[in-house]
């Protein structure tokens, strides 16, 4: 038995473990329509407005737009309908949920000396929820491809010893040596090996060629999809208003992400003659980081119309993965019917990596109708296929993942259009978003149509919004082996609240 001979050599091998696929930096790159109810209610079109907490975050230059201290805050109701395509089979699934969206503060200094060109400093600290993680969806189809090929995959080219369990040992205990000796890949064979799914096709030793133990033209595949999480953004912002015709701006922003993604697997109605059947795979992925971007962006003021321009720089994360793994499967020995359940509880915990997610520009105009309201356009573009992934040691897997990305995202053009019409203490807002696909093989566009009302008072203001959102995604059953891929729409209604007053 060779496992003791890879200790030692974990910095040194090329065959490090990661838990990062496709699928979840399709998830960890994405966005929402989110915000204070009246950014919302206006499809996000602020960025050549400002005067709003929730716009500091596309422009910094927006802060420099208020003429008094401000604080505010949102809440939202939230209700998800989800609908997923595999192999041609349609499954629904639907929850609610309620958020604290945004919260934020702007400090505003006015210069009353006529002669200096500053006319107006402000500084302000806003936390926003760039995206929510929280999905809940099911899907099921019948699958010419079986789980085996999962486990195929990552025991190819291991060595038989290495995944057998003998006498003094336990199945925790094998598990974490192959995890922290060998890899993931290696765990993966144990596991597939271990609930007799596969077997080698010899007995030496050394055998590092397997088969499946499931015979079966087709399978039934049933996955259940349970995501927690949020990518929070906090920005520390200062603007400056030049001449009364330039606004001027720029933001610190500090970035957490937590991501918990719970997938429950199940592959039945195999044919009469398999010897497995009925395998459940459970996977667990914990995902959580720090990071920080910078932004710098401008308004300029022509009489009743504004120009805005941001640039908004990579956002740059530290992460760190944590995995937790099972899996049971039926046998028949003799007349008997045997569960092989294997369950190491053992949580994988993997070495910290970073991840780029590339700049991003916006251009925005919008046109005053003196106190009666206003108009506003705005378009950006990021191009999601330049994320990148790395860590301080050689690793082929990351190195996979980014061809991967690369290949397989697009660059990302959204356009946002809002207006508000203002009567006596009522405004009433409406918008439209639309954020292009981010692979070629997904269906839609992303797009959201939006509308809300507000009062204004003298010292304070409410803001209702409504928004309906239609995202599509597409994701894979697993990042290799057995790589079926399925849709994912989601339907969000949410109905938002902000309450702002001024100091």
């Not at 995890?179 to 090996?193: C, E, H, M, S």
């Amino acid at each position: 038995m060779n496992k003791a001979l890879y200790t030692g050599l974990l910095f040194f091998l090329i065959f490090i473990s990661h838990a990062q696929t496709r699928n979840d930096i399709n998830y960890l790159t994405g966005s929402s329509l989110s915000g204070s109810a009246r950014y919302i209610s206006m499809g996000g079109a602020f960025g050549a407005l400002g005067g709003d907490v929730s716009a500091i975050s596309d422009n910094p230059a927006g802060s420099s737009v208020f003429l008094n201290t401000e604080i505010g805050g949102t809440i939202n109701y939230n209700n998800f309908k989800f609908e997923t395509v595999f192999l041609g089979n349609r499954s629904n699934r639907e929850n609610e949920l309620f958020n604290f969206d945004q919260f934020g503060v702007v400090f505003v200094f006015n210069n009353k000396n006529s002669k200096n060109s500053w006319k107006r400093i402000s500084t302000s600290i806003n936390v926003n929820r760039i995206a929510s993680f929280e999905n809940q969806f099911t899907l099921n189809g019948v699958n010419t491809n079986s789980i085996a090929d999962y486990f195929l995959y990552y025991a190819d080219g291991i060595d038989f010893e290495n995944i057998q369990l003998y006498d003094d040992e336990s199945i925790a205990e094998v598990y974490r040596l192959l995890g922290n000796d060998i890899g993931y890949g290696a765990q993966q064979a144990f596991l597939g090996y271990q609930s007799y799914i596969i077997d080698p096709i010899s007995n030496n030793p050394y055998e590092q060629s397997y088969i499946s133990n499931i015979e079966s033209s087709q399978n039934r595949h049933y996955l259940n999809v349970i995501n927690n999480g949020f990518h929070r953004k906090t920005s520390f912002n200062f603007s400056g208003l030049y001449q009364n015709i330039l606004h001027l701006g720029f933001n610190i922003n500090q970035h957490r992400i937590d991501f918990i993604n719970d997938q429950e697997f199940f592959e039945g109605e195999q044919d009469l003659n398999s010897f497995i059947y009925d395998v459940s795979f459970d996977n667990k992925l914990i995902s959580y980081g720090e990071g920080f971007s910078l932004q710098f962006g401008t308004i300029l003021k022509l009489n009743n119309i504004r120009l805005g321009l941001s640039y908004d720089s990579p956002q740059w994360f530290e992460i760190n993965d944590e995995t937790i793994q099972k899996i049971s499967s039926y046998r028949y020995d003799g007349e008997f019917e045997i569960k092989e359940n294997i369950n190491p509880e053992i949580t994988n915990t993997y070495r910290p990596y970073n991840i780029k997610i590339p700049s991003k520009v916006s251009a925005s105009f919008a046109y005053v109708f003196n106190e009666r309201g206003l108009f506003s356009i705005e378009y950006s573009s990021q191009n999601l296929s330049n994320s990148y992934l790395s860590d301080k040691g050689a690793s082929s897997y990351l190195d996979e993942v980014n061809l991967d990305v690369n290949n397989v995202f697009l660059p990302i053009n959204t356009f946002k259009v809002g207006g508000e019409y203002r009567f006596k203490k009522v405004n009433i807002r409406a918008g439209f978003y639309n954020r292009s696909k981010n692979q070629n093989f997904v269906r839609n566009n992303d797009q959201a149509i939006t509308f809300g009302f507000g009062f204004n008072f003298r010292a304070s203001a409410i803001n209702f919004s409504f928004i309906q959102y239609d995202q599509n995604k597409k994701f894979q059953l697993f990042s290799r082996g057995l790589i079926d891929s399925y849709d994912l729409n989601k339907k969000l209604s949410q109905l938002s609240i902000s309450y702002n007053f001024k100091l």
